[in-house]
């Protein structure tokens, strides 16, 4: 089965950037997506397409897809973006998650 | 706005059954195809199963095909998920999601979930 593997931990101070990668095989080739999921919560879309934002996610989160990763940039990071962030894509019929990565803002 | 509402979770236990309901109210329902997506006890998520917008095509995760069935009510608004032959890993906080349109697009709106708990 199809497996998408995230860093468990990322270290971020405010203001500075946070990249969180998903990797798995030939990545590029699937519409990937991004959740954030803050504690007691339901997760929150934040990037789909690989790279588009819905609407009422700020700027500061970007998405890219290329070869075998995706990655979730946060530029200037802020403590509300203290969440856990999972990246989602569909492989042979079935949607696979991220192994998902806790984003800690310092 | 659009609002899932997930209901039916509970104690049950292992072998035993369970059907999960979701109310949709915001959008046209039968427009989006929908997802259960669940998450056990301080894991991450787990995607579970999809449906078309008609309902005609279905997909589930191998770790639950053959025991669980998907399902839609587009007159009521209302989204499915009956369990059947449940494990103690079954247990977990059950989501449903609107997808953006398509079974493999993102689920760009959640439920609250409802925790199941498989356990004698």
Redesign the interface.
């Known amino acids: 089965s199809y497996e998408m593997t995230q860093p468990p931990s990322v270290s971020v101070s405010p203001g500075q950037t946070a990249s969180i990668s998903c990797s798995g095989d030939k990545l590029r080739n699937k519409n990937t997506c991004w959740y954030q999921q803050k504690p007691g919560q339901s997760p929150v879309l934040v990037i789909y397409e690989d790279n588009k934002r819905p609407s009422g996610i700020p700027e500061r989160f970007s998405g890219s897809n290329s070869g075998n990763t995706a990655t979730l940039t946060i530029s200037g990071t802020q403590a509300m973006d203290e969440a856990d962030y999972y990246c989602q894509a569909w492989d042979s019929s079935t949607g696979v998650f991220g192994t998902g990565t806790k984003v800690t803002v310092l | 706005e659009v609002q899932l509402l997930e209901s039916g979770g509970g104690l049950v236990q292992p072998g035993g059954s369970l059907r999960l309901s979701c109310a949709a109210s915001g959008f046209t329902f039968s427009s989006f195809a929908m997802?259960w997506?669940r998450q056990a006890p301080g894991k991450?998520?787990?995607?579970v199963s999809?449906i078309s917008g008609s309902g005609a095509s279905t997909?589930?995760?191998?770790s639950v095909k053959g025991r669980f069935t998907i399902s839609r009510d587009n007159s009521k608004n209302t989204l499915y998920l009956q369990m059947s032959s449940l494990r103690a890993e079954d247990t977990a906080v059950y989501?449903c999601a609107k997808t953006?349109y398509n079974w493999?697009?993102?689920?760009?709106?959640?439920?609250?979930?409802t925790l199941v708990t498989v356990s004698s």
């Open positions: 997802t997506v991450g998520l787990e995607w999809g997909y589930y995760a191998d989501y953006h493999n697009d993102a689920g760009d709106c959640w439920g609250q979930g």
